[in-house]
């Protein structure tokens, strides 16, 4: 059992890597933008691959646009992964989903960052209040 989680995990990892380079390199369209691939799930069988994407710079108007081109490409990208992955009797079929984590991440860091930053200026206002009056 634990072999064959081990295979499904460098089969996830080989996967990922190979979309990456074909998206990088092979997939011309404008509609995507920047693409990162976070992680691939196949499903026990490698009949299906659940890929998980993230968009750089993108409003979200702009994701639903870029989640319908790769659904539209979805076909055409899996041939390319069928031609790079030679070893593989089958190759699973691309489910891609939008992970928004990392936007939601950088979204909470901005979040934390502003918040120190209020503190930092209380902090410091009270710290020159307390100053003043020393001074008088």
């Known amino acids: 059992m634990a072999r064959e989680f ?6 996830n990892q ?3 890597r190979e979309l990456a380079t074909i998206l990088m390199r ?3 369209d404008a ?3 920047m693409v990162t691939i976070n992680e691939v799930e196949t499903s026990r069988d490698l009949n299906y691959a659940k890929v998980f994407v993230t968009f750089l710079d993108s409003e979200p108007e702009q994701v639903k646009a870029q989640m319908d081109a790769l ?3 979805a076909p055409y990208i899996r041939s ?3 031609s790079s992955l030679r070893n593989m009797r089958a190759i699973p079929e691309l489910r891609f989903s939008y992970d928004k984590s990392l936007v939601e991440g950088i979204r909470m860091t901005n979040v934390v960052t502003k918040v120190i ?3 930092q200026a209380k902090a410091d206002k009270h710290g020159s209040n307390e100053s003043d009056e020393e001074e008088q």
């Open 31 to 33: 509609r995507l933008g």
């Open 80 to 82: 390319l992964l069928a």
């Open 26 to 28: 092979e997939v011309r």
């Open 6 to 11: 081990s295979r499904t995990r460098r089969v």
């Open 14 to 16: 080989q996967i990922q």
């Open 71 to 73: 659904l539209e490409l």
């Open 117 to 119: 930053a209020e503190d």
